[in-house]
């Protein structure tokens, strides 16, 4: 089925649930914030140890979990869908590893990643939610 099929074929109460089930705004703050998170944990002053098995699962955030359902059950041929899923995984297996790094005290490496392919991959996953969101409302 093709894009524009696949778009059509979401009418009424259906389309309405799974696009408003998309919070788009609450998704980009949240990972916005993961980049603070890791700042502060390389900087040795997060209150909290980040679980980097958990970070690194793309499944258990608000916005994996929509992805591998509602998304991927009506948006699994839209191309914007399929960019940000995959670069939703790859977010989340580079905040892991920002944070094991920081955690084995080599800060210098953590931020290196942190500032450098984790900032590119937070950006990637921001700008494609909201194409995403433009697309789809």
Same mark, same amino acid.
């Given at each position: 089925m093709g894009v524009l099929s696949s778009f059509f074929s979401l009418f009424g109460a259906e389309r309405e649930r799974v696009v408003a089930s998309a919070n788009f705004p609450l998704w980009i703050s949240a990972h916005k914030a993961w980049k603070q998170r890791l700042e502060l944990t390389?900087?040795? $002053?997060?209150? #909290? $140890? @980040? !679980? @980097?098995?958990?970070? $690194? /699962?793309? !499944?258990? =955030? +608000?916005?994996?979990?929509?992805? %591998?359902? +509602?998304?991927? #059950?009506?948006?699994? +041929?839209?191309?914007?869908?399929?960019? %940000?899923?995959?670069?939703?995984?790859?977010?989340? /297996? =580079?905040?892991?590893?920002?944070?094991?790094?920081?955690? /084995?005290? !080599?800060?210098?490496?953590?931020g290196e990643l942190l500032?450098?392919?984790?900032?590119d991959r937070s950006d990637k996953v921001i700008g494609l939610l909201e194409k995403l969101e433009r697309e789809t409302r």
């Open positions: 390389v900087a040795g $002053r997060h209150p #909290e $140890r @980040v !679980d @980097v098995e958990k970070a $690194r /699962r793309d !499944d258990q =955030c +608000d916005m994996g979990k929509w992805i %591998l359902h +509602d998304g991927e #059950e009506h948006f699994a +041929d839209h191309p914007t869908f399929l960019k %940000l899923k995959s670069e939703h995984a790859h977010f989340h /297996r =580079c905040a892991a590893g920002v944070a094991e790094m920081a955690h /084995r005290g !080599d800060a210098a490496s953590a500032h450098g392919e984790f900032s």
